[in-house]
């Protein structure tokens, strides 16, 4: 059974930078696309950033390019999402997942304040 595991939210002002990292267990993470996704109070779950298997391919929702770059290192299982220029409005719990997703974390809080 797949287990994933966010870490590295917290609270930050307009204009600052957090690293999310998230550990995933079993052996198909390195076959695997990943996925950051958010959920704001109130809102639907968003994908916000999306990354092949290899990490040679990478997507990101419009409301965050150029501000969030998604990686990835196969040899630990992990999953980066880098945020910089934070907004209050990504003020959400994000968690990531395979793409499709799977079963889910328990997701990090992110919350930037203006």
């Known amino acids: 059974q797949v287990q994933l595991v966010e870490s590295g939210g917290g609270l930050v002002q307009a204009g600052g930078s957090l690293r999310l990292s998230c550990v995933a267990s079993g052996r198909i993470f390195s076959i695997a696309a990943m996925g950051w996704y958010r959920q704001a109070p109130g809102k639907q779950r968003e994908l916000v950033a999306s990354?092949?298997?290899?990490?040679?391919?990478?997507n990101s929702a419009d409301s965050v390019k150029g501000r969030f770059t998604i990686s990835r290192d196969n040899t630990k299982n992990t999953v980066y999402l880098q945020m910089n220029s934070l907004k209050p409005e990504d003020t959400a719990v994000y968690y990531c997942n395979f793409l499709p997703p799977v079963t889910w974390g328990q997701g990090t809080q992110v919350t930037v304040s203006s």
């Open positions: 990354i092949s298997s290899g990490g040679g391919r990478i």
